[in-house]
């Protein structure tokens, strides 16, 4: 069977027009790739267009791009409601539809009994098995997931991540053309649940809700001191708000389903808002109210939440990564820069912090609340014993010289 290189990729269909696929049909069209955008009805077509439109519009207004450049940007993308006419003639195929696994496997056996031998299927799932979705085709070494962020016609980070049928020609083709898009890639060397980037923020929201749900600490101190003394972009509640509190609490079902106790989540917070639909910045209320725009937080709160234990689960969740070979340091620590804003990654603030520190703030955590989110990964207790410390010693998560 023929094997496509990213410098062969030519044409691409988007499969579905949500909330990332026209983004995504975008960011293709912008560096020269013919794009085919497929979607149910005629009417989301229209919608996906408007809003590819608008983007541009933008580009041009920020002088990114002239007019008559934005208008063969978009003479590009090809619109169809044919499976047939969006996936007959391309090189790859990349699936945006909703997170659901019936779904996801009806669209790739769709896709696979159209498209040429020779083509490429990628998802765009954020946490469900790219090994089902591609066992539900005829190449499964031809699958592959290509994890967006949003919008992705402006962020740089692309998780790729391998199924177990993968091959490492699929992976490289999928690595090369991220790189071609201008995006910066990462390699998720296993189909592992929730992939790089939403395990360690489901870590870290987790440890989050739990102080909150004793009672140690309000939401509005958590965020203030992940703001203000933390240095992250947004607190936690609010960047849950943001993401939208249904997304988390499916996502979290679905690490703790996959990953065991590390992983159970605090339903007590989180499930009464999704109830009520209180979802967040969507709705106009969650943990916040967004009627008014961003919530405010006041950095005098900050401190009152110690904001070491974000990093210990953080710091964690990366050991864990590593020790089961799913994603290398500088992959985990460019996925949290680039996809969620942090500085420094996990593994570099841990590295800089002291492994021991961090070992010892976990089993402080761990002997006084006896739940498995604060449990030491064996790689933290394995390289402290080795008096692989940290960037002190010369080696933590990386080597120094």
């Known amino acids: 069977m023929k094997e496509t290189t990213g410098e062969e990729i030519k044409r691409v269909a988007v499969i579905g027009t949500g909330l990332m696929g026209h983004g995504i049909a975008q960011a293709f069209a912008l560096k020269g790739y013919e794009v085919n955008l497929l979607s149910r009805s005629k009417e989301s077509l229209r919608k996906a267009i408007q809003e590819i439109e608008w983007s541009l519009s933008k580009f041009v207004e920020k002088r990114i791009l002239s007019r008559s450049e934005a208008e063969t940007v978009l003479s590009r993308i090809i619109r169809t409601t044919s499976y047939e006419e969006a996936a007959g003639n391309v090189d790859l195929a990349v699936e945006t539809v909703s997170e659901n696994m019936d779904l996801k496997r009806r669209v790739f056996s769709r896709i696979d009994a159209i498209a040429p031998s020779h083509a490429i299927i990628a998802t765009n799932t954020s946490t469900l098995s790219i090994t089902e979705m591609g066992r539900a085709t005829g190449r499964p070494e031809k699958t592959v997931g290509m994890h967006w962020f949003n ?9 790729v991540i391998k199924g177990n049928d993968t091959s490492s020609e699929t992976l490289n083709n999928i690595m090369e053309v991220s790189r071609r898009l201008g995006k910066t890639p990462i390699l998720c060397k296993k189909d592992a649940r929730g ?4 395990r360690i923020l489901v ?3 987790n440890e989050a809700f739990w102080t909150y749900h004793r009672g140690e600490a309000t939401k509005e101190e958590i965020d203030a001191s992940a703001k203000f003394n933390g240095g992250f972009p947004m607190g936690w509640f609010e960047l849950v708000d943001f993401v939208g509190i249904d997304t988390e609490y499916d996502v979290s079902k679905i690490l703790h389903e996959a990953h065991g106790e590390r992983f159970r989540p605090c339903l007590e917070v989180t499930e009464p808002l999704v109830k009520k639909r209180k979802l967040g910045r969507k709705t106009g209320v969650g943990f916040y109210d967004w009627s008014k725009g961003r919530p405010r937080i006041s950095s005098d709160l900050a401190g009152k939440y110690v904001i070491e ?38 593994c570099e603030y841990a590295d800089r912090r002291g492994l021991d520190r961090m070992l010892n703030t976990l089993e402080g955590l761990y002997s006084q609340y006896a739940i498995e989110l604060y449990k030491p990964c064996p790689l933290l207790k394995n390289y402290v ?4 410390s940290g960037k002190e ?9």
Not at 151 to 159: A, D, F, G, R
Not at 321 to 332: Q, Y
Not at 385 to 388: A, D, L, R, S
């Open 151 to 159: 919008p992705p016609q402006l962020t740089q980070l692309i998780e």
């Open 195 to 198: 992939f790089i980037v939403s």
């Open 203 to 205: 870590a870290v929201f």
């Open 309 to 346: 234990r974000s990093w210990a689960v953080a710091v964690n969740e990366a050991a864990w990564m590593v020790l089961d070979d799913v994603a290398e340091p500088k992959s985990i620590d460019l996925g949290m820069k680039l996809g969620t804003g942090w500085a420094p990654g996990p």
């Open 385 to 388: 014993e080795k008096g692989w």
């Open 393 to 401: 010693s010369g080696r933590g998560f990386y080597k120094y010289s």
